[in-house]
């Protein structure tokens, strides 16, 4: 059974650059059929696709956001992360990881086959 598990800052304040880490148990970052996605949820919006890491490390980011996100991987301890830069109050959100597949497009990302509960991340003052 594959788990996902978010950690993250909770609340940063703005400029900032919060870094979030997802802990995979169950399955294996590098495994080829696999691919690793961060998705958010603003209050009141609908859910909003970041980025996604494949098995061999690359990575495709949202347009919208892509001068802003990185997403990078320790596959020791078979995690991968997200780093926001220069966050404002409109990051403020619920931030997912989750298991999808590297042929998916992004609405496909958007269901994916895995998801961690989220952690919450509040920019503010």
């Known amino acids: 059974q594959v788990q996902l598990q978010e950690s993250g800052p909770g609340l940063v304040k703005p400029s900032q650059t919060p870094s979030l880490t997802c802990t995979i148990s169950g399955g294996s970052i590098t495994a080829t059929a696999y691919a690793w996605s961060w998705i958010r949820q603003s209050p009141g919006k609908g859910l909003e696709w970041m980025g996604v890491?494949?098995?061999?490390?690359?990575?495709v980011y949202s347009p919208s956001l892509k001068s802003r996100t990185s997403i990078s991987r320790n596959t020791s301890r078979n995690q991968f992360s997200l780093q926001l830069t220069s966050v404002t109050p409109e990051d403020t959100a619920v931030y997912y990881c989750?298991?999808?597949?590297?042929?998916?497009?992004?609405?496909?990302?958007?269901?994916?086959?895995?998801w961690g509960q989220g952690t919450q991340v509040t920019v503010s003052s």
């Open positions: 989750t298991r999808d597949s590297p042929g998916d497009d992004i609405n496909s990302r958007l269901i994916g086959d895995y």
């Open positions: 890491m494949f098995y061999d490390g690359r990575t």
